[in-house]
């Protein structure tokens, strides 16, 4: 199984900017992603991006957040500027080989936008 380690949650106002970071134990990930899940709601995907470098983003972050990965250190960052408040949630990391539809989650790390 892939360990995941997160990093670069915190308060920001709305407008700032902040970067999620996500390192994989593992190598030759299918797909690295960003998922998120606020209070009372479902976990939802936010961006995901391929071994090829293939992205997928979700409608309400296109074009403000940007999701990069390194295949040789097994990183994935998720660079996220013009936040909202409605962006608030706690961002997880997911990370899967080809033969894994499901994947691997990391803890979790807390993103707040408030003024």
């Known amino acids: 199984q892939v360990q995941l380690v997160e990093s670069g949650g915190g308060l920001v106002q709305p407008g700032e900017s902040l970067r999620l970071s996500c390192a994989a134990s593992g190598s030759s990930l299918l797909v690295m992603g960003w998922y998120r899940q606020a209070p009372g709601k479902r976990r939802e995907l936010v961006a995901a991006?391929?071994?090829?470098?293939?992205?997928n983003y979700a409608d309400s972050v296109k074009g403000r957040f940007t999701i990069v990965r390194d295949n040789a250190k097994n990183t994935v960052d998720l660079q996220m500027n013009s936040l909202k408040p409605e962006d608030t949630a706690v961002y997880y990391c997911n990370a899967r080989y080809s033969w894994d539809p499901v994947g691997s989650w990391g803890q979790g790390t807390q993103v707040t936008v408030s003024s």
């Open positions: 991006i391929t071994q090829g470098g293939s992205t």
